[in-house]
């Protein structure tokens, strides 16, 4: 008996340039950034001002009152993402589908920072006594799933893992897994945000945000100038489903399969002993029984520094030889969403192969000749193809490989 | 074929011992391990009671570089990896690193590492803003802690998957299902699980007393965590770990290993309920359980001890006696159930891996914990609690679940590999 397949019924994305699905994909296409300085709070005592917000979207429009005290924004993003992508693939309290037969597996880098922060600072300030009923689980890097699970009545398998940028990847492996070990449905995705004081000066210490000051060249992937990244917030939720189950509930629509997924671990540094990135994208094409050529796009991580980007290059170069394959990050335009970032690739990439095109790589210019990568640059790119690559990376040595197939 | 996957070594940083021995003779003597806090001045605090461990990172031979780089919670955890890898007598030297994987759990990750640090930056919390000069490099790595699974991949060399998973109070029994499924599905043919929390700092403290889920049975430290007792009033929060090398059943057989037990199922389930609160009727985690049963192919009544979730809140263990009832049938009221929590306190994310162990050495010895503190029957929970002694009896087949905020509820079945299905 075969394993049953997974397929992504629906899509939910909340991206700094664009709230919804659809409006992200438009966003892509159209190079619309969501880069700027950021305004949550005053940032001229900081080497770094710019980032991927989100503007113009207010939990309390979307979500019951009582959820509004107890829930970080990045909880927001996650349950309005879940909402969005539930209400895409037509599952609602009457689909029919058995509680124990839906799950909820999302990831997150940095849980709720920002209201942990300000428990934190009344602590300290303040006294024990003021420290809220909901800190307790607020802060931590499994609310999203547990908040999700609750909203939604989905009693099935559930987890939260994390492994920084490539937290999200693992997120949707981890869901395909669970919808072949026998559950239906897995609401699976990330979301990250962490623009308190506190989370932006800790992601600043992480060495990697770009110092830029100018919006357009900030965060340039594998751009010879290369000088970091711009950190973004938000992410993307997909309903991961048995395509049986979709088909017998007549799901409105299949975006792609779930062909294949693999995690690798980087070697210690001085080992000698090559990265993992190469690995995991090649382990994952094995697993959807794919070749290289019949990739039609690869969105790649991109971290934005020279060094990183150099050797996901050679990952590609060796994959698919130079120029090989039509390369794309789109996480240009909002900035690196950490635990977001891959599933909101993911959906873009889902978009790519309906519509059988590529969205370019913003800002980025020049890419260095020995990267031998063709990346897509200024305008969208026309492809013909029925299969694409996702690749995320995690500091400290996570790799993380999805294959979507159209269905 | 179904690969089967064995635990073949075993490390355990847990109050009142400092390593797996030591562990076992607290509980099989029914030794309480929590005490005043001393870690920091806790007279503000509604629960001042912890368990707290005595770790000297030195003595545990870290180097001062490691001391630094490695939170508290990723020392426990690379010391118990060092710990079952020698256990476990596997040469990691000899494996594929790419079929090495890691799976650790934990619920609050780099919680006390965070709190110093907010100290420092924010002024002893007079600053609301922060500047970004005072903080120690490793705040990215206390915001995002990825570092704690690749700190313990560094450890054995591990180059294939690799994940924290953060499901707060049930990681420590997910983590290693989640390696479990690794082996299992051919991802990995060695997996080092476990799980590491070190919560005991007063934003944690400050967390449960708000909603006053830990005790505040201050004058009574050391009997202070009561599961099922009538008297029960709260958890006693405790900081720890485990680690296991997990392997697959015929590579561990080929080499000669000694197998405590082979893990034959695994299952999760949500509540959907309350992200702290628990409904009286168990329905959920006994789902869990009857799932993980399915797994392991072993009928209920094959179960010789229920290694319990046990916390000694009021509505936990009320929860937990439902759902044995519910789950189990008749042979809930026939096999002992226990909780060591009674001596060791809940560690969040790190207590299910730590009741993983106890659940294996029961197996190895054929001795069942007690659970301390019990001297007052509570008419909801009705079951064979082993009240103060341990009880030696054969142990073959263990069935250990947690329970935990988000409404996470997991059950674990680990037995003897010669114990065959139904």
Known sequence: MSSPRAVITGLGVLAPNGLGAEEYWKALLAGESGIAELSRFDTSGYPARLAGEIRDFDGAEHLPSRLMPQTDISTRYALVAADWALADAGIDAGAGIDDYDMGVITSTSQGGFDFTHREFHKLWSQGPEYVSVYESFAWFYAVNTGQISIRNGMRGPSAALVGEQAGGLDAIGHARRTVRRGTRVVLSGGVDSAFDPWGWSAQLAGGRVSTADDPERAYLPFDGAACGHVPGEGGAMLVVEDAESARERGAPRMYGEIAGYAATFDPAPGTGRPPGLRRAAELALADAQLTPSSIGAVFADAAGLPAFDAAEAQALREIFGPYGVPVTAPKALTGRMYAGGGPADIAAALFALRDRVVPATAHTTSVPDSYGLDLVLGEPRPVRADAVLVLARGRHGFNAAVVLTTV | ?422
Not at chain 2, 351 to 371: D, F, K, M, Q, Y
């Open chain 2, 1 to 422: 074929m179904t690969r089967r996957v064995v635990i073949t070594g075993i490390g355990v940083r847990a109050p009142g011992s400092s390593g797996t021995k030591e562990f076992w003779d607290v509980l099989t003597t029914g030794r309480t391990a929590t005490r005043r806090i001393t870690f920091f001045d806790a007279s503000p605090f509604r629960s001042r009671i912890a368990g707290e461990i005595d770790f000297d990172a030195a003595a545990e031979g870290f180097t001062p570089r490691e001391t630094r780089r490695m939170d508290r919670a990723t020392q426990f955890a690379v010391a118990c990896t060092r710990d079952a890898l020698a256990d476990s007598g596997l040469d990691f030297g000899t494996l594929d690193p790419h079929r090495v994987g890691v799976a650790l759990g934990s619920a609050v990750a780099a919680a006390t590492s965070l709190e110093n640090e907010y100290l420092v930056m924010s002024d002893a919390g007079r600053e609301w803003l922060v500047d970004p000069a005072h903080l120690s490099p490793y705040m990215f790595d206390y915001l995002s802690p990825g570092v704690m699974p690749a700190e313990i991949a560094r450890e054995v060399g591990a180059e294939g998957p690799v994940t924290l998973v953060s499901d707060g109070c049930t990681s420590g029994l997910d983590a290693v299902g989640y390696g479990v499924q690794l082996i299992r599905e051919g991802s990995a043919d060695t997996v080092l699980a476990g799980a590491a929390d070190t919560p005991v700092s007063p934003i944690v403290v400050a967390c449960f007393d708000a909603i006053k889920a830990t005790t505040p049975r201050n004058d009574e430290p050391e009997t202070a965590s009561r599961p099922f007792d009538g008297t029960r009033n709260g958890f006693v929060l405790a900081e720890g770990a485990a680690m296991f090398v997990l392997e697959e059943l015929e590579a561990a057989r080929a080499r000669g290993a000694y197998i405590y037990a082979e893990i034959g199922g695994y299952a999760t389930r949500s509540n959907a309920y309350h992200m702290t609160g628990l409904k009286k009727d168990g329905r959920e985690m006994a789902e869990a359980i009857r799932a993980a049963l399915d797994e392991a192919r072993l009928d209920r009544t094959t179960i010789d001890y229920v290694n319990a979730h046990g916390s000694g809140t009021k509505q936990n263990d009320r929860h937990e006696t439902a759902a044995f009832k519910r789950s189990l049938g008749e042979h809930a009221r026939a096999v002992p159930v226990s909780s060591i929590k009674s001596m060791v306190g809940h560690s969040l994310g790190a207590i299910g891996s730590i009741e993983i162990a106890a659940s294996a050495l029961a197996i190895r010895h054929n001795v069942v914990p007690p659970t301390a503190n019990l001297r007052v029957p509570d008419p909801e929970c009705d079951l064979d609690y082993v009240p103060l002694t341990a009880r030696e009896q054969r142990v073959d087949t263990v069935l250990t679940v947690g329970s935990g905020f988000g409404g996470f509820q997991s059950a674990m079945v680990l037995h003897d590999p010669e114990v065959t299905s139904v």
